[in-house]
């Protein structure tokens, strides 16, 4: 059974940065895609990074382009969001989640992941 224990969330100012862990277990395909995805109350989970372990693709949405990164730790089990230049609409419950096999391009719909972690919150305040 995949599991997922994301970390690492808090609250910051303005242009400060974070950097989000995701811990997975349970993991026993070779190659899987890691996505984060952000939520808060009232709208639909946005998804803001994604990564395919096999050859290390990444995809970002154009709100957090050039100014977040996802990584695989060299553990092979752990997954970052670096998150750089934060803005107070960066505020959310951030979630990652992950899929055994190949997903529909760009991996950054909520609905294409099976397995889920319980969310970290981030507050940026102006």
């Known amino acids: 059974q995949v599991q997922l224990l994301e970390s690492g969330g808090g609250s910051v100012q303005a242009g400060e940065s974070l950097r989000l862990s995701c811990a997975a277990s349970?993991?026993?395909?070779?190659?899987?895609?890691v996505g984060w995805f952000r939520q808060v109350p009232g709208k639909e989970r946005e998804g803001v990074a994604a990564?395919?372990?096999?050859?290390?693709?990444?995809y970002y949405s154009e709100a957090v382009k050039g100014r977040f990164a996802v990584t695989q730790g060299n553990d092979k089990n752990t997954f970052y969001l670096q998150m750089n230049a934060l803005k107070p609409e960066d505020t959310a419950m951030y979630y990652c989640?992950?899929?055994?096999?190949?997903?529909?391009?760009?991996?950054?719909?909520?609905?294409?992941?099976?397995?889920w972690g319980q969310g970290t919150q981030v507050t940026v305040s102006s």
């Open positions: 349970g993991v026993t395909a070779a190659s899987v895609v």
């Open positions: 989640a992950l899929n055994q096999g190949a997903i529909s391009e760009p991996p950054l719909q909520a609905d294409e992941y099976f397995y």
């Open positions: 990564i395919y372990t096999g050859g290390r693709l990444t």
